[in-house]
């Protein structure tokens, strides 16, 4: 598959994650050294994680920004997590791309016989709906699938970690 083969319109990097054992320990240190704005703090319920996100100024800090986001991601009862930290340590786990139509793009991808973790969006952080690709269809990188909340849902608070 060439350049001119595209599948999915890919929008924009979203974020890049980091596996990381202590996310507001890794927060502090990763905002403090790199001078990155705090953005949404939460625990994901439904992926058992607890999740915080750190964003450059070039779109004016985490209100409305428009910037690709570094997530740290830490295991809060994630067996899948906790395997992945233990085996390979803290580091970098998946690039998510922000696409317009996710499910429109999971049914491309598996028309197309891309090996998906996610054949339907599910709920992640921020009020996104999430996907993830098969690291084997992808050159043994974890890539996920985001699409941003409805209008309506990006003004109600996340849910905020204790």
């Given amino acids: ?23 507001d320990a890794a927060w502090a240190t990763l905002g403090s050294i790199f001078a990155l704005a705090p953005g949404a703090r939460e625990h994901v319920a439904s992926q058992k ?3 915080a996100f750190l964003h450059t100024d070039a779109a004016g800090g985490p209100a409305g920004c428009d910037d690709a986001a570094v997530e740290l991601i830490a295991p809060a009862g994630n067996a899948a997590l906790e395997k992945y930290l233990a ?23 598996k028309a197309a016989g891309v090996r998906l973790i996610d054949e339907h969006p599910r709920m992640g952080a921020r009020g996104h709906l999430v996907a993830f690709l098969h690291p084997s269809a992808t050159g043994g990188v974890l890539f996920e ?13 996340p849910e905020t970690a204790p």
């Fill in 87 to 109: 085996r390979r340590g803290p580091g970098l786990h998946h690039i998510c791309f922000e696409v317009e139509d996710l499910p429109t793009a999971l049914a491309e991808l």
């Fill in 145 to 157: 699938l985001c699409a941003a909340p409805p209008p309506a849902a990006a003004t109600t608070p």
């Fill in 1 to 23: 598959m060439g350049p001119s083969d595209e599948m999915i319109k890919v929008k924009r990097i979203d974020h890049v994650a980091i596996a990381v054992t202590d996310r």
């Fill in 49 to 51: 994680t607890d999740v």
